[in-house]
């Protein structure tokens, strides 16, 4: 019948937590159901709030009788029964049920349990609880929200009283032409208890035939005068607007026909649109060092993937070895880090870890063979710490009796002050959370690196595990700005000019959903990344690849192994620009700005941040195709930036600039454009001149729902290749099957 969920509290305010589910089939299951505090609605994590809400089978409305203070005018069960004929329903007395509350007197006070059809959005939700108290005034209307809880009782009171409707099927299931539920329209009054219910479903009735008119309204009121005894006309009002309101709901329905449209149900044929695919720009993989550019291109033909997949991956690994030891100058007041966010956006089965696997692989060699070197110093480092501590717990001993020495007591104080623990070389972290990033920051001298082969960090950013996520971590160690770390038992610390680096690689549906996340792009998350959405080989991938040469992957490491020994300075080296490359950025710059309000209105804050990133390209760029020995006593002459690496630098800029267009305008289409030309192929497999939906997912078993399948339908609906036919419709409760011609364009056409 419906859904209950139970908290293990009792008659408890402050819960929000509901996690057990228990299925009312009959009194015996409702009375248990109810005898806790519980909610009708299943809540994400389930913990009760509108913006958990997920479904609910179940719409409860409380009726304390607080609408009048004359006990003729009090409600009971019987008044439900007869004013929703048919309807099933459960009553739960209230634990004031007829005991005095809040200042009035002792009077029935119940709650109703009406079935429905599942609902899926909080906000329907609350106005299918705002129409029925729309229609019966003297429901609670401070219990309408989305997330409202009941209080339990120990030996609850509870009635069943049987029918062979749902709320949807009584509210929503009268069709276009049929004649007033209990038949009044023929009868010569409408009686008492039915008039409000009998008058709101006849106003919107005759919306669906003669629109929201004048003509519509006189009807109206002409019905009205069967009402015994009558309604007032401020009550009349208050009925047709609510009915204007929900009328309004139902010819905004996709599917619904108006009364001029009904009767020419023959569409119109036009050409159709054709699908405008984005064309992908090539990842300029000449753009990179030599040594960088031979391996990805091995990395891509062994894996048989494309090289934009290894080649964005490589400018990660260029970030997570020269953060913190290298800024870049731009202008005399511009500065720039050399940490970068990256998102490589590729489906499943196109073998993101493997590659991501053989970019990695120099990195995680050196992690372990530098931890392996100095496991010695990191454990002296850890004894040391030991032996602080147990100084300084001696001395506090003497202090709390009087006999600390002044300058031992200084002496002990400076020495766990400058105390630096060693840790083991930790080159990137995967799986954390942000407050785990943060610590591991501020450890690591104020650099990280986060890389992982799934999107799951945006996950943890939008509080799907907790619901309480600061997502400054990732904003500031973008831009080092300064983080505040505050822990338990510790003086707060600050992290000056933080450096992170970001690579992910994530399926298509993540990124759409984080792109279509307001907090992550109204406070500019989205906008730092550069993205990269490599074209799949999936389907013309040969078995047998050339695989990695040993000579191709030795020069890669020796690269990477050279960035990774350059030493962490007190502060950053600065990477100057030449001339040269000072005249390709600005050209760059005053190219893209006057873009920013026109090609790139609905990208500014990314494309905004893109000479930015160029800038921070170029510097990665520049040193590592710079070879700089570490041997004993030797020196480096200063970095500088010539003309061709910076416009490699814009090279690289413009690739991630075109895949950044694709993925916030494209990204949602690509899977649409696929799925809606898989639908034309079968139409004209099967010769269709019409079909209704049903038979669109019998022909294409991709779509196993109808959420699935509708949006694709729309969509060639919108393009012209189909038309919905015209169809009596009365609402949301159970909309007829939808059915869709054919544009004979389509016959003769590929």
């Known amino acids: 019948m419906f859904t209950i969920y139970t908290s293990d509290a009792y008659q408890q305010e402050s819960n929000c937590t509901y996690p057990h589910l228990v299925q009312v089939t009959d009194e015996a299951s409702f009375r248990k159901a109810v005898s806790h505090d519980h909610v009708c609605a299943k809540y994400r994590n389930n913990y009760r709030g509108n913006e958990n809400f997920i479904s609910s089978d179940c719409l409860p409305v409380d009726c304390d009788n607080d609408h009048s203070e004359n006990p003729a005018d009090w409600k009971t069960p019987r008044d439900i029964e007869v004013a929703l004929p048919g309807v099933f329903f459960a009553v739960h007395y209230s634990r004031h049920n007829n005991r005095p509350k809040d200042g009035k007197s ?88 039915s008039r409000n219910n009998t008058m709101f479903h006849w106003a919107v009735r005759s919306m669906k035939r003669y629109g929201d008119s004048e003509e519509s309204k ?41 009364p001029q449209e009904y009767n020419n149900p023959n569409p119109g044929w036009d050409e159709p649109l054709p699908f405008s695919r984005y064309t992908m720009a090539p990842f300029p993989v000449d753009a990179l060092p030599a040594s960088i550019a031979d391996y990805v291109r091995a990395v891509a033909e062994s894996t048989q993937t494309s090289v934009d997949m290894a080649g964005s991956i490589a400018i990660s690994v260029l970030s997570t070895c020269l953060q913190k030891k290298y800024r870049i100058q731009g202008k005399s007041d511009w500065m720039e880090p050399l940490n970068t966010y990256v998102i490589v956006i590729a489906p499943p089965s196109e073998r993101k870890s493997s590659v991501l696997h053989l970019m990695l692989q120099p990195v995680n060699d050196y992690e372990v063979e530098y931890n392996k070197t100095n496991a010695a110093a990191v454990e002296a480092g850890r004894m040391q710490k030991r032996v602080l501590e147990r100084r300084q717990k001696a001395l506090e001993e003497k202090v709390a009796k009087g006999n600390a020495d002044p300058e031992e007591l200084e002496r002990i104080a400076q020495e766990v002050a400058d105390f630096e623990e060693v840790n083991p070389l930790q080159l990137y972290v995967d799986d954390i959370t942000t407050e785990k990033l943060v610590s591991v920051i501020a450890s690591n001298h104020g650099h990280a690196s986060l890389i992982s082969s799934e ?69 500019g998350l989205t906008a730092r990344f550069l993205y990269s959405m490599p074209v799949s080989s999936v389907g013309s991938r040969r078995y047998r690849s050339e695989a990695v040469t040993d000579g191709i992957y030795r020069a890669y490491e020796r690269l990477v192994v050279n960035l990774l020994d350059d030493e962490y300075p007190a502060k950053p080296q600065i990477i100057t620009l030449s001339p040269e490359a000072d005249s390709e950025l600005e050209s760059f710059a005053n190219w893209l700005e006057p873009k920013l309000t026109t090609d790139y209105a609905e990208m500014a804050d990314w494309a905004g941040k893109l000479v930015g990133n160029v800038l921070r390209m170029s510097g990665l760029l520049c040193r590592a195709g710079t070879y700089q020995s570490h041997d004993f ?7 500088t930036v010539s003309g061709k690496t910076m416009a490699d630098a814009i090279r690289l800029g413009r690739y991630f ?63 012209g290749y189909i038309a919905q036919k015209p169809q009596k419709y009365s609402g949301t409760g159970r909309p007829p099957l939808p059915k869709y011609a054919v544009n004979p364009w389509l016959k003769e056409h590929k």
């Open 455 to 523: 999107g799951g960090i945006f996950d943890t950013l939008s509080g799907i595990y907790t619901r309480n996520v600061n997502i400054d971590v990732m904003l500031k160690g973008y831009s080092g700005d300064t983080i505040r770390v505050d822990r338990i038992g510790r003086d707060s610390e600050s992290i000056m000019d933080p450096a992170l680096t970001i690579l992910l690689m994530a399926q298509p549906n993540v990124v759409s959903a984080v792109l279509s996340n307001t907090t992550f792009r109204g406070r």
């Open 657 to 719: 600039l075109n895949h950044a267009q694709a993925a916030y305008s494209v990204l949602p289409e690509d899977a649409m454009y696929r799925n809606a030309g898989m639908i034309l192929q079968r139409i004209k497999e099967r010769k269709l001149t019409a079909f209704d939906r049903r038979a669109a997912m019998r022909m294409c078993r991709t779509f196993k729902t109808v959420d699935s399948i509708q949006p694709v339908l729309d969509f060639l609906e919108d393009y």
């Open 218 to 258: 006189n009807a109206y009121f002409t019905e009205a005068e069967k009402c015994q005894p009558p309604l007032s006309t401020e009550e009349l009002n208050h009925i047709w607007r609510s009915a204007q309101k929900y009328y309004a709901k139902i010819a905004s329905q996709p599917g619904y026909v108006n």
């Open 106 to 193: 002792a009077r029935p006070r119940f709650h109703i349990f009406f079935q429905i059809d599942p609902i899926s959005n909080y906000e329907a939700y609350a106005a299918l609880k705002q129409l029925l108290h729309d229609i019966f005034p003297y429901l609670d209307g401070n219990a309408l929200d989305a997330a409202r809880f009941l209080y339990g009782t120990r030996n609850p009171e509870v009635e069943f009283h049987p029918g062979g409707k749902t709320l949807t099927d009584f509210l929503f299931g009268d069709e276009f032409d049929r004649d007033m539920p209990g038949g009044y329209e023929k009868q010569a009054t409408i009686p008492e208890g």
């Open 633 to 639: 006593l030797d020196t480096h002459g200063a970095l």
